[in-house]
């Protein structure tokens, strides 16, 4: 079966913390994943996919294969950080998302 | 360029009514997908079109339907509705390799 599960519905730190958002796939292939955040009343939009190994907004994501997991990392969260976080494992040979249902990343100041 | 574009907004419909959801996808992009998101979850592929054609399909019954036009737009049908189809329907679009999928803000549907 194709999933992926995020284990935290709500994650709260404070400005300056470092932060773990936490995902784990289950795919018998080689899978793309991805990282999508939406902010307050803004539309889902793509932060990072592990095939491109970049830190966008100072957050980076590694694939592991062994523990099929795609945690994204960032060593200081600030406030503008505070939305929610969705990943998501597109199957190969698809041109589909497959998502998690997210976590809600909230930094207190 | 105004990215993925969606119509309308927001709508409340009634138990066993029917909907249609429009889309216009970002330019240069020929591949539209549909996602439904429930509150408190992530978005649930629907099914997706290219060439006119739905290529790919979620775990969707036949009530959910559409269709893509010759500019690349396309439409989301959903007929009978459910209490339980109340939503957020994404439209995604991105051009044939997939690497990147574009969001647009979605439509709410609510079903009374």
């Known amino acids: 079966a194709q999933r992926v599960t995020q284990p935290e519905k709500l994650l709260s730190v404070f400005k300056g913390a470092p932060v773990e958002l936490k995902c784990n796939y289950s795919?018998?292939?080689?899978?793309?994943l991805f990282w999508y955040v939406q902010y307050s009343r803004q539309r889902l939009q793509l932060l990072l996919r592990h095939i491109s190994r970049e830190s966008i907004k100072g957050f980076t994501a590694d694939l592991n294969k062994g523990e099929t997991s795609f945690h994204l990392k960032k060593p200081f969260a600030q406030e503008e950080d505070s939305a929610m976080y969705y990943c998501a494992l597109k199957p190969g040979g698809y041109n589909k998302l497959i998502f998690g249902a997210g976590t809600r990343l909230a930094v207190h100041p | 360029d105004a990215g993925v574009t969606q119509s309308p907004t927001h709508l409340i419909k009634t138990r066993g009514q029917q909907v249609t959801l429009r889309c216009s996808p970002k330019s240069g992009h020929d591949t539209v997908s549909w996602y439904q998101q429930a509150l408190g979850q992530g978005p649930q592929f629907i099914f997706q079109?290219?060439?006119?054609?739905?290529?790919q399909r979620g775990n969707f019954p036949d009530r959910f339907s559409g269709h893509q036009f010759p500019n690349y737009s396309s439409e989301l049908n959903v007929n009978a509705l459910l209490l339980g189809d109340s939503a957020l329907y994404l439209c995604?679009?991105?051009?044939?390799?997939?690497?990147?999928?574009?969001f647009g803000e979605g439509s709410w549907l609510t079903v009374v």
């Open positions: 079109y290219y060439e006119e054609e739905e290529r």
């Open positions: 795919y018998s292939g080689s899978p793309e």
């Open positions: 995604a679009s991105s051009d044939g390799s997939g690497n990147t999928i574009y």
